[in-house]
Nanobody
Framework: VQLQACGGGLVQPGGSLRLSCTAS????????MGWNRQAPGKERELVAH???????IYADSVKGRFTISGDNAKNTVYLQMNNLKPEDTAVYYC??????????WGKGTQVTVSS
């Protein structure tokens, strides 16, 4: 399984970005896809995940600002990030979890929120 993410970049506070992540390869028994992030000097943390049935989960820090959605036919997940704050600056990693408990990770895309 390979995860290809794109959409990161530099944005001013209050701005928006949209991340996308497409999975390819032998994709079986997917449980969820989503995003985690890691800021310098901090541990990787959950941002948002969406289960194959559509149920979503968000970190408290992004609720009301970020929206995750998925396209099962395209094996793609999107993260719409609005009202971005400097504390959202991090490397964002795409994640795909399968029924066996294995987690796959993308290479990460940098999001920088700065004026």
């Amino acid at each position: 399984v390979q995860l290809q993410a794109c959409g990161g970049g530099l944005v001013q506070p209050g701005g928006s970005l949209r991340l996308s992540c497409t999975a390819s390869g032998s994709i079986l028994s997917v449980v969820s896809m989503g995003w985690n992030r890691q800021a310098p000097g901090k541990e990787r943390e959950l941002v948002a995940h969406i289960a194959m049935g559509g149920r979503t989960i968000y970190a408290d820090s992004v609720k009301g600002r970020f929206t995750i959605s998925g396209d099962n036919a395209k094996n793609t997940v999107y993260l719409q990030m609005n009202n971005l704050k400097p504390e959202d600056t991090a490397v964002y990693y795409c994640n795909l979890a399968v029924l066996t408990g294995v987690n796959y990770w993308g290479k990460g895309t940098q999001v920088t929120v700065s004026s």
